[in-house]
């Protein structure tokens, strides 16, 4: 049975290293950073043209010239915030958002209700026997 576990914990590792971005960390970035994720949030995925066009249309306090987008997107990327999918002219990017973490509460809270019914069990069987 602990096959079972030691892969679990596995796939959660792997889930911890895949990255991805979160709300948090979108709030720290910088202003045209932000700008664009926001951007690519909303439209789910754009490709390399749509996404220029698009920031060419950003009010000029947070646009980005062609270098700093490819500088951007780079950055992004190697962050692993970004996806980018395709080749050539078919390049489009994603926003990778990290996965939500599950809950403790409901760990904790099985956890507890097991003790509680062992020390229960255990206090009758001392009953039983006394």
């Given at each position: 049975m602990a096959g079972?576990?030691?892969r679990l914990q596995g796939e959660l590792d792997d889930r911890k290293r895949e990255g991805g971005i979160s709300a948090l960390d979108l709030a720290d970035l910088p202003a045209p950073l932000r700008k664009l994720m926001r951007l690519l949030l909303r439209e789910v995925e754009m490709s390399y043209q749509d996404l220029v066009k698009a920031v060419a249309e950003m009010p000029e306090d947070v646009r980005l010239d062609q270098s700093?987008?490819?500088q951007a997107l780079e950055t992004?990327?190697?962050k692993n915030w970004l996806i980018r999918r395709g080749v050539g002219e078919k390049?489009?990017?994603k926003v990778n958002l990290r996965r939500k973490a599950?809950?403790?509460f409901a760990a904790n809270l099985w956890s507890s209700l097991d003790d509680k019914i062992a020390r229960q069990k255990n206090s009758t069987?001392?009953?039983k026997s006394g």
């Open positions: 079972v576990f030691d700093e987008l490819e992004l990327r190697n390049v489009s990017y599950g809950s403790e069987d001392q009953e």
